[in-house]
């Protein structure tokens, strides 16, 4: 079986390098076997779960939930009800952040509805910004932390 250095698993698995070390020092990839000249060695198996853990990370799963799902995945023979929970609260968090952004939206337009191009004394995108009581929606729900992407 051919062994494959950790550059060739970068780009067949489009897993960064930096993060297949990441993934293997939390445990999500065990430790590959080392060549001679110790280099990380790995093998057609290691770069199905990188393509899995790849997928998952961009369909927003957390660390822990890929975690699960990883051993979830090396004991095809259990029931997938754990399988399936996960994937019902990620798609629970995908919806409340679509009502969150929508109601971003609806805020956002009407900022810019608002906004006469005048000049900035008269401007209701400053006004907005600076009083969060003229918001149309005061709880709109989102937080920096929840704008970016996993």
Avoid: W
């Amino acid at each position: 079986m051919k062994k494959i250095t950790i550059g060739d698993a970068s780009r067949q698995s489009g897993v960064k390098v930096p993060t297949i070390r990441y993934y293997e020092g939390i445990g999500l990839l065990a430790a590959p076997s080392r060549s001679e000249g110790n280099q990380r060695s790995y093998e057609p198996a290691d770069i199905s779960r990188l393509v899995f853990i790849r997928h998952a990370r961009e369909l927003g799963f957390e660390v822990e939930a890929i975690r699960t799902l990883l051993t979830l995945q090396d004991d095809p023979h259990q029931s997938c009800a754990s399988a399936d929970a996960i994937a019902k609260a990620r798609l629970i968090e995908v919806e409340q952040r679509i009502r969150s952004l929508m109601a971003l939206k609806v805020e956002l337009e009407a900022m810019v509805e608002g906004c006469g191009h005048g000049r900035v004394d008269q401007c209701r995108v400053i006004e907005v910004l600076a009083d969060h009581g003229q918001c149309a929606h005061p709880h709109h729900g989102l937080q920096a932390s929840s704008l970016s992407v996993s």
